[in-house]
T-cell receptor, first 114, second 114 residues
Framework: AQSVTQLGSHVSVSEGALVLLRCNYSSSVPPYLFWYVQYPNQGLQLLLKYTSAATLVKGINGFEAEFKKSETSFHLTKPSAHMSDAAEYFCAVKRNTGFQKLVFGTGTRLLVSP | DTGVSQDPRHKITKRGQNVTFRCDPISEHNRLYWYRQTLGQGPEFLTYFQNEAQLEKSRLLSDRFSAERPKGSFSTLEIQRTEQGDSAMYLC????????????FGPGTRLTVL
């Protein structure tokens, strides 16, 4: 079985500060990992994905994440927060073979203050 | 490139009524997924189609729920005899079978059962 834990339901940063959103996963097989962003009353937009190639993955809007197998982590970072980054962020895991469903964490709401 | 579209975006219904939602995937995508998202939670998998075949169903999908994907194109999700607990955002995603099988989400249909 697979699962995702996102530490911190809310993270607050100032504009220009580092963003760090934490994600730890559990998987019995090598995983694929994803970060999605959701703005109010909208669907999910893919930020980035890890599919067993490079462990440091760059995504859209200046976000990146590093896959660390030893720590079973896939934390999302951005060097400098913008007001437009305020949204809900979801980490998700999927098996790299077989059954195709995404298993999501409970999400982290990012608040950005001026 | 047209993304995943869903119709309607919002649906308000009375308890006991039937509702049907439609999802149009990205045109070349052969896989289609339905998820449900309740307030403050991450999306939860409901069901998955490969072409017209429904290959997986979550135990969350009670007998009152049915999904179809005729001819492997658009999909419909029907809920019969709606209950207040069915109030949620219903998300559709599609993907192209391949190495990473990345799922792209539509804007969702928000269902409110009074």
């Amino acid at each position: 079985a697979q699962s995702v834990t996102q530490l911190g339901s809310h993270v607050s940063v100032s504009e220009g500060a580092l963003v760090l959103l934490r994600c730890n996963y559990s998987s019995s097989v090598p995983p694929y990992l994803f970060w999605y962003v959701q703005y109010p009353n909208q669907g999910l937009q893919l930020l980035l994905k890890y599919t067993s190639a490079a462990t440091l993955v760059k995504g859209i809007n200046g976000f990146e994440a590093e896959f660390k197998k030893s720590e079973t982590s896939f934390h999302l970072t951005k060097p400098s927060a913008h007001m437009s980054d305020a949204a809900e962020y979801f980490c998700a895991v999927k098996r790299n073979t077989g059954f195709q469903k995404l298993v999501f964490g409970t999400g982290t709401r990012l608040l950005v203050s001026p | 490139d047209t993304g995943v579209s869903q119709d309607p975006r919002h649906k308000i219904t009375k308890r006991g009524q039937n509702v049907t939602f439609r999802c149009d995937p990205i045109s070349e995508h052969n896989r289609l997924y339905w998820y449900r998202q309740t307030l403050g939670q991450g999306p939860e998998f409901l069901t998955y189609f490969q072409n017209e075949a429904q290959l997986e169903k979550s135990r969350l999908l009670s007998d009152r729920f049915s999904a179809e994907r005729p001819k492997g194109s658009f999909s419909t999700l029907e809920i019969q005899r709606t209950e207040q607990g069915d109030s949620a955002m219903y998300l559709c995603a599609s993907s192209l079978e391949g190495i990473s099988d990345t799922q792209y989400f539509g804007p969702g249909t928000r269902l409110t059962v009074l």
